[in-house]
Structure formats: C-alpha cells, structure tokens
C-alpha cells in the first residue's frame, strides 16, 4: 500500500520539481559549509568549529537570534522582506510561464513605488483612520497600474517588433530609475529635510497612510510586518488559480509552450505576450508599493539613477528555485529571507554577515541544475518502467528454459504420431493405383485389337466405293 502511495508521488511532476529545488538548496548549503572550512584554516583566528557554528547558526534564521524578544522581532522582519521577494518572484514566474524572460522587474519595482508614494505622501489622513485605509489602496492601485504599463512597454516591442524582451527590460530599467530621482528631486516637500536626511523621501507614518497591521505587530513586537504578506499570499495563490484553472491562464502557458502553435490554434499570441507583461509589471510594482508605504521604511530617491533594487533581480532566483510555481515562489521567498536572518548572525561565529549571501548566490547557482536533478528522476522512473515491461513480456529464464522443453517434447511426441499414420496412407495410396493400372490394362489391350481390325477392313471399303462409282 504504501510502496504504491509513494510509486504515484514520484510519478507526478510536482514531486520531482520539489526534489530537484531541495537538492540545490543541500548542495549550495553544503558548499557554503566547505568554504567556510576553507576561510577557518586560512584565518588563524578561526577554527574548523567555528565553521560548524557558522553553519548551525545559519540553518538556525532567526531562531539563532538569542534572547526571545530578538528571535519574534527577527521573524517579524524576515516576514516583512519576504513580501516584496514573493511579488517579484511571481513576476517573474508568470512571464516565464509565457516564454519570457522578465529582467525588468527592478524597473516595475520602482514605477510601482513611486505611483503608490505620490499618491500616499501627497495626501494627508492623519486622526482619520478609514480614510487612511482608502488612500492606500487608492495608492496601491496607482502602483499597479503604473508597473503594468511600464511592464507592457517590452511586451509590445517584444509582440509587434520581435525585439528581445531582455534587451528592452534593461534599458527601462535605468529610464526608471532615473524618472523617480527627477520626480522626486523636484518635489521638495516631499523630502526628509527636517531630519537631516536631504536624500530620503519622509514615510507615510508622516501621512497616516501606511500599510494597515491587522494585529501582527503585536505579535511581532518591534518588527516591520504589516498585512502586506497577506495580500501578497492571496495574490501569489490568485495568480496560480488564473494561471491553472482559467482559459486565460491556458493560453498564456500555451503560448509560452509554443507560440506559433497557439496563433495556429486561433489564439492571439501578441495580445497574450503584452497581457503577460502587463501583468508582471503590475506584480513587481505592487511589491514596491507594499514595500515603501510601510511607516517604518525609507525611500533614498537621490542615488536611485545609480543603483537598482535588489529585490528586481533577486525575484529570479526565487522563481528558479520555485520552479515557476507562484505557490512555491512563497516558500523559497521566505527561506531566501530565512538565511539572509541567519547570516547577519554569522559574526558571533567569527564570520563576515555577507558569508549568507555567498550560500544563497551558490543555492541560485545550483538552481541552474534543477532540471539536471528532475532528468535524473525522470531517467530512473523510465528504468523502472522499462524493468516491469521487460519482467512481463521475458519471463524467468528458468522457466523459459522449461517452458521450451515442454514444446520440444511435445512436437517429438506429434511427429512419432503422425509417422506411421502418413506411412500407411501412403501405402495404401500405392495399392490403390496398382488395382486401377491391373484394371485398365485389359481394357486398352482390347481396344488395340479393336483398332487393328478396323484398319484391315478400310481398303475394301475404299474399293467398293471405286466400283460403284463405275
């Protein structure tokens, strides 16, 4: 029974994407271990045990924390980050489901925060707590719908032109991040002065705008979180629904799979492409607009034409490692985020805090590998199946041999049996035709006889034919 259960579990796709993610993750963990064996022999002020610390301390996140009160806040925070992740994640997960590459999520990112922070910074709700609720979601929306457009923008060149998405997602990219530094540089009340900080933007605590908490800062005392996780989950699940259970969702896979055989089967790819990145943008904008309206965090619009968001790019990894599947892109977001919490535990091991980020960059390198491990599964099932086809049409061959043996016998037996009986017939097949032969031969002797006698007498009926004719 249970040999079956798991014979079928193995057989589904699911199963052997999952196993094909958790061996990266092994590998670049175990990786990650041996190169901080190396860095303890080469520090003299390490040891190989501070190389296992390290790695319990690391595979502890935020539990390794110490005191009560660090590991609840440092789980509130790991929560938090993993928001933005998700959303990107997904972003990114969507259009590859299309066949696209998203490389521009980063762009998204910031087109969405700035929509959401125009919006919510530039209207005041403090003492008015439901009109606060309303201002952000207005602010979000204004998000949304600046990351889709921006995200159409290489859909388009991609579906009418047949540029390379990838190409177009970079340059929007930099155009991106050098519109929000000149919206925000010239809109001075909107800057941070009064604390000293000319390069950031002020928070929507200043507002009365920011993410509603729904309870879950009491629960995570003194950490970021806020109902921005929940809203990403119920995105990240919506999207799997859209994607699985909808015709839209069919013909967005069914593109990706083949786009001249979706056009052929009469629907309409360059719609399905700009759609699909549409849709991403819209994605990875809503993780910067959930990102930044939170009260806590702060924007530093004036370096944002140098550098982009980490969280753009960071967004492929987990959409690697989740295999594409909006529903694991959450749980690779969180333990992404996860490891980040354990690495900026490293130094009590003796370690740099960035070590983490190493380990993680080697699990994204390894996932690279995932369909090398899902081909393996599929070839050992394949032998499998190949072993019981061979087991039912070759038997044993013990009792092929027997089996063989019986037909000999029998045909041996056959044959002895037959002999005589075709011996017989054919004797009396012979005593047949010497009776006929006896029989016949007086007949024909008489005949000849008969013969002769008729020759004898035709000259003298030729003479009396002469005289008569006299």
Same mark, same amino acid.
């Given at each position: 029974?249970?040999? #079956?259960?798991?014979?079928?579990?193995?057989?589904?796709?699911?199963?052997?994407?999952?196993?094909?993610?958790?061996?990266?993750?092994?590998?670049?963990?175990?990786?990650?271990?041996?190169?901080?064996?190396?860095?303890?022999?080469?520090?003299?002020?390490?040891? /190989?045990?501070?190389?296992?610390?390290?790695?319990? *301390?690391?595979?502890?996140?935020?539990? &390794?924390?110490?005191?009560?009160?660090?590991? *609840?806040?440092?789980?509130?925070?790991?929560?938090?980050?993993?928001?933005?992740? /998700?959303?990107?994640?997904?972003?990114?997960?969507?259009?590859?489901?299309?066949?696209?590459?998203?490389?521009?999520?980063?762009?998204?990112?910031?087109?969405?925060?700035?929509?959401?922070?125009?919006? =919510? !910074?530039?209207?005041?709700?403090?003492?008015?707590? +439901?009109?606060?609720? !309303?201002?952000?979601?207005?602010?979000?929306?204004?998000?949304?719908?600046? #990351?889709?457009?921006?995200?159409?923008?290489?859909?388009?060149?991609?579906?009418?032109?047949?540029?390379?998405?990838?190409?177009?997602?970079?340059?929007?990219?930099?155009?991106?991040?050098?519109?929000?530094?000149?919206?925000?540089?010239?809109?001075?009340?909107?800057?941070? &002065?009064?604390?000293?900080?000319?390069?950031?933007?002020?928070?929507?605590?200043?507002?009365?705008?920011?993410?509603?908490?729904?309870? !879950?800062?009491?629960?995570?005392?003194?950490?970021?979180?806020?109902?921005? *996780?929940?809203?990403?989950?119920?995105?990240? /699940?919506?999207?799997?629904?859209?994607?699985?259970?909808?015709?839209?969702?069919?013909?967005?896979?069914?593109?990706?799979?083949?786009?001249?055989?979706?056009?052929?089967?009469?629907?309409?790819?360059?719609?399905?492409?700009?759609?699909?990145?549409?849709?991403?943008?819209?994605?990875?904008?809503?993780?910067?607009?959930?990102?930044?309206?939170?009260? #806590?965090?702060?924007?530093?619009?004036?370096?944002?034409?140098?550098?982009?968001?980490?969280?753009?790019?960071?967004?492929?990894?987990?959409?690697? !490692?989740?295999?594409?599947?909006?529903?694991?892109?959450?749980?690779?977001?969180?333990?992404?985020?996860?490891?980040?919490?354990?690495?900026?535990?490293?130094?009590?091991?003796?370690?740099?805090?960035?070590? +983490?980020?190493?380990?993680?960059?080697?699990?994204?390198?390894?996932?690279?590998?995932?369909?090398?491990?899902?081909?393996?599964?599929?070839?050992?099932?394949?032998?499998?199946?190949?072993?019981?086809? +061979?087991?039912?049409?070759?038997?044993?061959?013990?009792?092929?041999?027997?089996?063989?043996? &019986?037909?000999?016998?029998?045909?041996?037996?056959?044959?002895?049996?037959?002999?005589?009986?075709?011996?017989? +017939? =054919?004797?009396?097949?012979?005593?047949?035709?010497?009776?006929?032969?006896? &029989?016949?031969?007086?007949?024909?002797?008489?005949?000849?006889?008969?013969?002769?006698?008729?020759?004898?007498?035709?000259?003298?009926?030729?003479?009396?034919?002469?005289?008569?004719?006299?």
């Amino acid at each position: 029974m249970k040999s #079956g259960f798991f014979s079928k579990l193995r057989e589904k796709a699911g199963f052997k994407s999952v196993t094909s993610s958790v061996l990266c993750i092994i590998a670049g963990i175990l990786v990650g271990f041996l190169v901080m064996i190396l860095l303890s022999i080469v520090n003299e002020r390490t040891s /190989i045990g501070n190389a296992f610390k390290g790695l319990l *301390i690391l595979l502890g996140g935020p539990f &390794s924390s110490g005191r009560g009160a660090y590991i *609840i806040t440092n789980l509130g925070d790991m929560i938090f980050y993993a928001t933005p992740l /998700i959303m990107t994640g997904v972003s990114v997960a969507i259009a590859y489901k299309t066949g696209l590459f998203n490389i521009g999520a980063a762009g998204q990112f910031l087109m969405g925060l700035t929509g959401a922070l125009l919006v =919510a !910074l530039n209207i005041n709700t403090n003492g008015n707590p +439901a009109m606060g609720v !309303l201002v952000w979601i207005l602010a979000v929306l204004v998000g949304t719908l600046s #990351g889709m457009v921006w995200g159409a923008i290489p859909g388009f060149f991609r579906a009418v032109f047949n540029v390379n998405e990838v190409i177009v997602c970079i340059m929007t990219n930099w155009i991106a991040a050098n519109i929000v530094s000149w919206i925000f540089g010239s809109m001075p009340n909107l800057i941070n &002065s009064g604390s000293g900080k000319s390069g950031y933007l002020i928070t929507t605590a200043a507002t009365g705008n920011g993410t509603p908490t729904l309870g !879950l800062n009491k629960i995570f005392k003194g950490s970021y979180i806020d109902m921005g *996780i929940i809203v990403a989950v119920l995105i990240a /699940i919506a999207i799997y629904i859209m994607l699985t259970k909808t015709t839209l969702g069919y013909e967005l896979r069914a593109c990706g799979a083949n786009r001249n055989g979706a056009k052929y089967a009469g629907m309409n790819e360059k719609r399905n492409i700009i759609l699909s990145m549409a849709i991403a943008g819209g994605l990875a904008a809503i993780g910067g607009a959930l990102y930044y309206l939170n009260p #806590g965090i702060e924007f530093k619009f004036d370096s944002a034409y140098a550098t982009l968001p980490d969280y753009g790019f960071n967004g492929i990894p987990a959409a690697l !490692l989740g295999s594409n599947n909006p529903i694991a892109v959450i749980f690779v977001s969180l333990f992404i985020r996860y490891l980040n919490v354990g690495g900026g535990n490293l130094p009590s091991a003796g370690f740099n805090k960035y070590i +983490a980020d190493v380990i993680i960059a080697l699990i994204i390198y390894f996932a690279g590998f995932s369909k090398f491990f899902s081909d393996i599964l599929s070839r050992r099932k394949k032998r499998a199946e190949a072993d019981l086809i +061979a087991k039912a049409v070759l038997p044993d061959p013990g009792a092929a041999a027997a089996a063989a043996g &019986s037909v000999t016998q029998a045909a041996t037996e056959a044959a002895e049996s037959v002999t005589p009986t075709v011996t017989e +017939a =054919a004797e009396s097949v012979t005593e047949a035709v010497m009776e006929t032969a006896e &029989s016949v031969t007086p007949t024909v002797t008489e005949a000849a006889e008969a013969a002769e006698t008729v020759l004898e007498q035709t000259p003298v009926l030729e003479n009396t034919g002469k005289e008569d004719d006299k």
